[in-house]
C-alpha cells in the first residue's frame, strides 16, 4: 500500500498570503495524484487531478505541481473561502490512498 | 446537473447488517464507475471499495474485504454497498463518488454525494 504523507498538519496563513502545502508518496505515484477540498459538514471537492490540472471550475489560484514521490498544492492569494482542510489522493496503484490531510487555518 | 444521493445510513449493532444505496443522476450512469470512500468522525478520508463500468470488477479495501459487497444496477442508476459483521470501526460517513474519466476505474472523483452516516454502536 501506498502511504501519503501531507504536511504541515496545519498551516496557518492570513487572506491575501500564498499558502503551500506538500504531500509525499511513499513509492512513486507518477503523475496520478488529486487534491481535494473539505469544509465542515461538506463532503469533498475535486481541485486539481493529474498533479497539475485544475478540475473544472476550479479558480486559477490553484496550481498543482510536482510527480514521482513529491507534490505541492499552492494557493496564490488566499481569499476567506479557501479555510478548509486539504487531502492528497493516489490513484497509481491499487488500494487507492488518501492523505491525513492539512488544515489551512486564517492567522 | 450530477447527482449522487446517497441512502440506507443509521445505527447498526456490532456484528449486524446495512445496505447503502446511491442513486445517481445527471450523467451517463453506465459510462463510469463508482466508488464508496468513508470518512470516521473528525478523521480523514479512506477508500473502501470500486466498481467498473460493467460491474463485473470489483476492489475492496483490506479493512472491509470478505465483510462489504459493491454492486450495481445500472437499469436504476444505483450503486450499492452491502456491509455485513459490522465493526464498531466501520461508523463513518460514506460517500458515493463518481470516476472523471469516463470506461475505466481506479481514478480521482469529480462528484461526491452529500454522505450517509452509519453508526455501529451496541
Known amino acids: 500500500e501506498i502511504v501519503m504523507t501531507q504536511s504541515p498538519a496545519t498551516l496557518s496563513v492570513s487572506p491575501g498570503e500564498r499558502a503551500t502545502l506538500s504531500c509525499r508518496a511513499s513509492q512513486s505515484v507518477n503523475s496520478n495524484l488529486a487534491w481535494y477540498q473539505q469544509k465542515p459538514g461538506q463532503a469533498p471537492r475535486l481541485l486539481i487531478y493529474?498533479?497539475?490540472i485544475r478540475a473544472t471550475g476550479i479558480p486559477a489560484r490553484f496550481s498543482g505541481s510536482g510527480s514521482g514521490t513529491e507534490f505541492t498544492l499552492t494557493i496564490s492569494s488566499l481569499q476567506s473561502e479557501d479555510f478548509a482542510i486539504y487531502y492528497c489522493?493516489?490513484?497509481?496503484?491499487?488500494?487507492?490512498?488518501f492523505g491525513q490531510g492539512t488544515r489551512l487555518e486564517i492567522k | 446537473e450530477v447527482q449522487l444521493l446517497e441512502s440506507g445510513g443509521g445505527l447498526a449493532q456490532p456484528g449486524g447488517s446495512q445496505r447503502l444505496s446511491c442513486a445517481a443522476s445527471?450523467?451517463?450512469?453506465?459510462?463510469?464507475?463508482l466508488n464508496w470512500v468513508r470518512q470516521a468522525p473528525g478523521k480523514g478520508l479512506e477508500w473502501v471499495s470500486s466498481?467498473?463500468?460493467?460491474?463485473?470488477?470489483?476492489y475492496y479495501a483490506d479493512s472491509v474485504k470478505g465483510r462489504f459487497t459493491i454492486s450495481r444496477d445500472n437499469s436504476k442508476s444505483t450503486l450499492y454497498l452491502q456491509m455485513n459483521s459490522l465493526r464498531l470501526e466501520d461508523t463513518a460517513v460514506y460517500y458515493c463518488t463518481k470516476d472523471r474519466p469516463v470506461w475505466t476505474e481506479g481514478w480521482d472523483y469529480d462528484y461526491w454525494g452529500q454522505g450517509t452516516l452509519v453508526t455501529v454502536s451496541s
Open positions: 489522493q493516489q490513484y497509481n496503484n491499487w488500494p487507492i490512498t
Open positions: 445527471g450523467f451517463t450512469f453506465t459510462s463510469y464507475a
Open positions: 493529474g498533479a497539475s
Open positions: 466498481i467498473s463500468v460493467s460491474g463485473t470488477t470489483t
